[in-house]
């Protein structure tokens, strides 16, 4: 069995990639993010070895319009070309890099060493927490957005060309209207489901929602099935958010935050897995708290 949380340490907003079995997290380090991103490589979710990457830095993520916030929620994906692809908010801004492998050495994806989204550049959002998809045809999405104050989430998402950093026309905003942050993308049987966080990352109001469309830019659609993992009734699980989410042996899985209860004055977070299945209407189910078998 893996228990919940999975990893000792205090981290949030995780991605994962699997590669020559053995798989890779990369998530903020809390508390608040740090100069670097955490990397956690394990072979079975029970032991795991923290490793350090080159980029993204601070100092090496730096604009004359970031914003004073550290390195936050990366997402990571395996190209058509088998180069890995990490999308990430530095500064308030989002990043792009590009690796042979897992660990690096990673680059910038632009020559100029500039954000691929300025924190200057839409104005009502925070452009933080980015999401790329690639869809089974192989084109690759990019989803970003968040408020500030904990209001006024924004989701802004745009089609990447095939160097997976121009954009292939203007970012549209998808906002559904409970959607705040930490959008990802997931398609089951041609239906694509747009997944966020709602409610504040410091409290119990912290939930996961998701919203159903006919394509990867929606128009997408709440209903009544909106939320399917949130603070549980006993407060053994609180404000769980801002995953992502991958598949073993035909198996969907949820990696996810929960907030560690503790009485300092700034939040901590551990990392915790679980699956996620969909009923026969195609609507995600509930995600049972409880941990899941091992996968080897």
Request: aromatic share 14%; with cysteine.
């Amino acid at each position: 069995m893996i228990p919940n949380p999975v990893n000792g340490g205090y981290f949030a907003d995780p991605t994962i990639v699997k590669d020559k079995g053995h798989y890779f997290i990369y998530a903020t380090v809390d508390p608040w993010g740090d100069k670097e991103l955490a990397v956690l490589e394990t072979t079975d979710f029970i032991n795991f070895s923290r490793k350090h990457i080159n980029w993204p830095t601070k100092q090496a993520c730096a604009s004359p319009t970031a914003l004073d916030e550290m390195v936050w929620a990366p997402s990571v994906v395996k190209g058509k070309d088998n180069r890995f692809y990490m999308y990430v908010a530095v500064g308030g801004e989002v990043w792009g890099g590009v690796s042979n492998t897992p660990l690096g050495p990673w680059k910038n994806l632009k020559r100029d060493n500039t954000p691929m989204v300025k924190s200057t550049d839409y104005p009502h959002v925070h452009n933080i927490d980015p999401d790329c998809f690639i869809d089974t045809d192989g084109q690759a999405y990019l989803y970003w957005g968040s408020g500030y104050k904990w209001i006024n989430g924004h989701c802004m998402a745009v089609r990447l060309k095939d160097d997976m950093v121009s954009f292939d026309g203007a970012p549209q905003d998808i906002t559904t209207p409970h959607f705040f942050e930490g959008a990802h993308m997931v398609k089951y049987n041609q239906t694509y489901y747009l997944m966020f966080s709602e409610g504040k990352a410091i409290d119990a109001s912290y939930q996961v929602g998701y919203a159903k469309g006919a394509g990867p830019l929606g128009p997408f659609r709440e209903d009544e099935h909106r939320v399917i993992l949130n603070t549980s009734a006993d407060s053994t699980v609180i404000g769980p958010g801002h995953h992502t989410t991958f598949i073993e042996k035909g198996q969907h899985y949820i990696l996810y935050h929960r907030i560690f209860p503790q009485k300092k004055s700034f939040v901590l977070r551990q990392l915790c897995l679980d699956s996620l299945n969909f009923d026969l209407n195609g609507n995600i189910k509930k995600v049972s708290t409880k941990g899941v078998q091992r996968f080897n």
